[in-house]
């Protein structure tokens, strides 16, 4: 299976941000890797600047879980 087939079928993870899970706004992905196979297992993506500060913000409620 080469590289473009195996980004079609693989999972695409998203953010957990005050306690709920937030599709990406837009941007970049890193992949994710099995380390035994070398398999790709899924994409991640990269938290824009906006993301990354709502993560900050929404920090207190993740630990009111």
Known sequence: MNTRESAASVKELSHFIGCE???RQRGRFGDV???????????????????TESAI??????FLI
Do not use: D, Q, Y
């Open 21 to 23: 899970p937030v599709a």
């Open 33 to 51: 890797f099995n380390p035994t196979s070398g398999a790709l297992v899924a994409r991640v993506p990269f938290a824009s600047k906006a993301e």
């Open 57 to 62: 913000v929404n920090l207190p409620a993740a």
